[in-house]
């Protein structure tokens, strides 16, 4: 293990509920601070909070009772704070509307050394609340497959089979009607969830259904259900071309008319999810059509420019998610050229938002908060690896020694965790000093994708880099986002926003942040990470 060294006043723990049944540890290596304002800062880069709040805590005079809290005096080591989040009106208003009041912070970079900018800039809940702008789906694959009940008359029929069995054993050879049912009833659950089910997500679907209805096994199959399980994918496959005919955008751009002429190929080229992706291509908000959220792309290129319009500018933003994602799909366009047309995406608080609408999950609370809960188990398993991977990973955690920074906690772990995949970090964080002038600006416009810190020659490591943006196909859209994690949470979102592949330098280490930190898909693993998240496991 690598000992961090405690320069400081004795290390607090504190307590901290984030809400319902979620509550995270909040260490502080210089103490208790001296004001509620810097606490706040700690309990946002920490926790990964983003929207403002007040701090409570537990009062001991009042039977444990929340008491809003006043002074630092207030608390001590292992003392209980509670996070009350100030209620915001719902951005919900478009042109012609009545638009919510701006955000005070800007909305197209954030430094981690200004304290004046808060993660309220950075919000990635749904911005509007009007039904007809919602994704259609607001949840990813289930843990569990919930099979749903079915028609009354079939749902009787099952019943009674299922009494029978639990008697006598019986199982019941389902006629063409009640299978025919069964079928429809488990497609139509199917796709509330996605299109195009994996083969142990039909698995899954089929063990439950007979594991739900045990009258319906099949007593051919090794299994019980395998009978099911191709049935359920001949009918997915019937499904979704009634799903075409009536233009649903996620089956329709990989019909035939969609692909090349030499390659005319149902097979040729899916577009599908393939990273957790719950509103991968979705269908248009209701009364709306390409032209008319068109119409509102040009008008938000102007709105994009007026100061203090972050509001406006995150409702038509949420309005135009179908329209813009389905140009990423479709089209693959160019980054500078899709730069051009949605400037207003390539900031934090939009890239936030946008991963939300995507993979409907938190980007920056999970990020953080997950890669410091494993970040102890990560740095146990690098000080095991020897040779000279391991003498690579000595030298990059040499920072957490010299500082207790978060920040530089975070970026050491997630260049060690490259080097313990087998793969370079110079690949993912590109850093120039800030004395080497045009011939830095040169090497970063032959990066094709990657992170750049610009940094002070002979800087320390407690201080902060100069600059740190990315870089994609040579066009900087990101910059002043003040640290490596914030970086690369930034990086993993564009991932998801333009619809790139990962690296095949870097796949590894893309693939445990998305599976292991950001569990996304986490059931299905290269051999590699399986290896990690076993070792993590112990």
């Given at each position: 293990?690598?000992?961090?060294?405690?320069?400081?006043?004795?290390?607090?723990?504190?307590?901290?509920?984030?809400?319902?049944?979620?509550?995270?540890?909040?260490?502080?290596?210089?103490?208790i601070?001296?004001?509620?304002?810097?606490?706040?800062?700690?309990?946002?880069r920490?926790?990964?909070?983003?929207?403002?709040?007040?701090?409570?805590?537990?009062?001991?005079?009042?039977?444990?009772?929340?008491?809003?809290?006043?002074?630092?005096?207030?608390?001590?080591?292992?003392?209980?704070?509670?996070?009350?989040?100030?209620s915001?009106?719902?951005?919900?208003?478009?042109?012609?509307?009545?638009?919510?009041?701006?955000?005070?912070?800007?909305a197209?970079?954030?430094?981690?050394?200004?304290?004046s900018?808060?993660?309220?800039?950075?919000?990635?809940?749904?911005?509007?609340s009007?039904?007809?702008?919602?994704?259609?789906?607001?949840?990813?694959?289930?843990?569990?497959?919930?099979?749903?009940?079915f028609?009354?008359?079939?749902?009787?029929q099952?019943?009674?089979?299922?009494?029978?069995?639990k008697?006598?054993?019986?199982?019941?050879?389902?006629?063409?009607?009640?299978?025919?049912?069964?079928?429809d009833?488990?497609?139509?659950?199917?796709?509330?969830?996605?299109?195009?089910?994996?083969?142990?997500?039909?698995?899954?679907?089929?063990?439950?259904?007979?594991?739900?209805?045990?009258?319906?096994?099949?007593?051919?199959?090794?299994?019980?259900?395998?009978?099911?399980?191709?049935?359920?994918?001949?009918?997915?496959?019937?499904?979704?071309?009634?799903?075409?005919?009536?233009?649903?955008?996620?089956?329709e751009?990989?019909?035939?008319?969609?692909?090349p002429?030499?390659?005319?190929?149902?097979?040729?080229?899916?577009?599908?999810?393939?990273?957790?992706?719950?509103?991968?291509?979705?269908?248009?908000?209701?009364g709306?059509?390409?032209?008319?959220?068109?119409?509102?792309?040009?008008t938000?290129?102007?709105?994009?420019?007026?100061?203090?319009?972050?509001?406006?500018?995150?409702?038509?933003?949420?309005?135009?998610?179908?329209?813009?994602?389905?140009?990423v799909?479709?089209?693959?366009?160019?980054?500078?050229?899709?730069?051009?047309?949605?400037?207003?995406?390539?900031?934090?608080?939009?890239?936030?938002?946008?991963?939300?609408?995507?993979?409907?999950?938190?980007?920056?609370?999970?990020?953080?908060?997950?890669?410091?809960?494993?970040?102890?188990?990560?740095?146990?398993?690098?000080?095991?690896?020897?040779?000279?991977?391991?003498?690579?990973?000595?030298?990059?955690?040499?920072?957490?020694?010299?500082?207790?920074?978060?920040?530089?906690?975070?970026?050491?772990?997630?260049k060690?965790?490259?080097?313990?995949?087998?793969?370079?970090?110079?690949?993912?964080?590109?850093e120039?000093?800030?004395?080497?002038?045009?011939?830095?600006e040169?090497?970063?416009?032959?990066?094709?994708?990657?992170?750049?810190?610009?940094?002070?020659?002979?800087?320390?490591?407690?201080?902060?880099?100069?600059?740190?943006?990315?870089?994609?196909?040579?066009v900087?859209?990101?910059?002043?986002?003040?640290?490596?994690?914030?970086?690369?949470?930034?990086?993993?979102?564009?991932?998801?926003?333009?619809?790139?592949?990962?690296?095949p330098?870097?796949?590894?280490?893309?693939?445990a942040?998305?599976?292991?930190?950001?569990e996304?898909?986490?059931?299905?693993?290269?051999k590699?990470?399986?290896?990690?998240?076993?070792?993590?496991?112990?």
């Amino acid at each position: 293990m690598y000992k961090i060294v405690d320069e400081m006043a004795a290390p607090v723990k504190l307590r901290v509920i984030l809400g319902e049944n979620d509550s995270q540890r909040l260490i502080l290596q210089d103490g208790i601070p001296e004001t509620i304002g810097e606490l706040v800062q700690h309990i946002k880069r920490q926790c990964g909070v983003e929207d403002h709040f007040r701090l409570q805590f537990m009062d001991a005079e009042f039977g444990n009772e929340f008491t809003n809290l006043t002074s630092v005096l207030e608390i001590q080591d292992k003392s209980t704070l509670k996070l009350v989040f100030d209620s915001a009106p719902a951005a919900s208003a478009l042109p012609g509307g009545s638009p919510p009041p701006p955000c005070s912070t800007p909305a197209t970079s954030w430094s981690g050394d200004d304290s004046s900018l808060s993660f309220s800039s950075l919000c990635d809940t749904d911005i509007l609340s009007s039904p007809e702008s919602t994704p259609s789906r607001s949840s990813g694959w289930p843990v569990v497959f919930v099979v749903p009940r079915f028609p009354y008359d079939c749902q009787l029929q099952l019943d009674k089979a299922n009494a029978a069995f639990k008697e006598s054993g019986t199982l019941l050879d389902p006629d063409v009607r009640l299978k025919t049912a069964i079928l429809d009833s488990l497609a139509e659950e199917i796709v509330r969830y996605k299109v195009y089910p994996s083969d142990s997500e039909f698995e899954e679907v089929a063990e439950a259904l007979v594991s739900s209805h045990p009258c319906l096994k099949e007593p051919g199959s090794a299994t019980g259900y395998g009978g099911w399980k191709v049935s359920l994918k001949y009918k997915l496959a019937n499904y979704r071309r009634k799903l075409k005919r009536l233009g649903c955008p996620e089956v329709e751009l990989n019909s035939l008319t969609n692909k090349p002429a030499d390659k005319c190929s149902p097979a040729y080229g899916v577009k599908k999810p393939r990273r957790a992706e719950v509103n991968y291509c979705p269908t248009y908000p209701s009364g709306e059509s390409a032209e008319t959220l068109e119409k509102i792309r040009e008008t938000l290129l102007l709105e994009v420019k007026k100061r203090n319009n972050q509001g406006t500018v995150a409702a038509m933003m949420e309005k135009t998610f179908a329209h813009r994602r389905q140009e990423v799909i479709r089209d693959a366009p160019l980054i500078a050229d899709f730069k051009t047309k949605w400037p207003a995406l390539f900031c934090v608080r939009e890239l936030t938002a946008e991963f939300k609408r995507i993979t409907t999950v938190s980007l920056l609370p999970k990020f953080f908060s997950q890669l410091d809960a494993l970040s102890s188990k990560l740095m146990k398993v690098f000080s095991k690896k020897g040779g000279g991977q391991g003498r690579k990973i000595k030298s990059i955690m040499i920072p957490i020694t010299q500082t207790d920074a978060i920040d530089v906690r975070r970026e050491c772990i997630i260049k060690a965790l490259c080097v313990y995949l087998n793969e370079e970090p110079e690949n993912l964080v590109k850093e120039y000093m800030n004395t080497d002038g045009e011939s830095s600006e040169a090497a970063m416009m032959k990066t094709t994708f990657g992170i750049f810190v610009i940094r002070k020659e002979d800087a320390e490591p407690k201080d902060g880099p100069e600059d740190v943006g990315i870089i994609l196909e040579g066009v900087q859209v990101l910059d002043e986002l003040g640290n490596v994690p914030l970086a690369m949470g930034m990086l993993f979102a564009l991932v998801y926003a333009l619809n790139l592949s990962y690296p095949p330098e870097l796949r590894y280490t893309f693939e445990a942040l998305q599976k292991l930190i950001m569990e996304l898909d986490g059931n299905r693993l290269s051999k590699k990470i399986q290896t990690l998240k076993t070792l993590l496991a112990r």
